[in-house]
């Protein structure tokens, strides 16, 4: 019966940021765990390297700031095993998508200005 409980205990982890610092931490404790792992990363090889190679990892690349990337990864975690019962969002991928919001309200407020002086410059 231990197999038949472990199976139930065990959840598929969905992890950005994996090659590094948080991610590659919290990766490592739900393996040790016997947890199943998606990690993730914009490079798949430094992801590798951060937590090593196991039939319970499955590494895929991913830029957060890319909604495709995203959607793709998620798509790939389902596809290969199941679906993920833990999404851990590294602080630095939230940080930098939030960076990328806050330069893309920049780039429109700065468009919207140049517009008006346009308007009025007519």
Request: glycine residues 6%; aromatic residues 4%.
């Amino acid at each position: 019966m231990k197999g038949m409980n472990d199976m139930d205990k065990t959840k598929v982890w969905f992890i950005t940021g994996a090659g590094r610092g948080m991610g590659t931490t919290i990766a490592k404790a739900a393996l040790n765990a016997r947890h199943k792992v998606v990690a993730t990363g914009r490079n798949p090889d430094a992801v590798v390297r951060a937590i090593g190679d196991s039939e319970n990892v499955m590494v895929v690349p991913l830029d957060v700031c890319e909604p495709a990337d995203a959607h793709a990864a998620v798509k790939a975690a389902i596809d290969e095993a199941q679906p993920p019962q833990r999404f851990i969002a590294e602080a630095d991928a939230i940080d930098i998508a939030e960076q990328k919001i806050a330069n893309l309200q920049t780039e429109i407020n700065a468009y919207r200005d140049l517009s008006k002086s346009m308007a009025y410059d007519n």
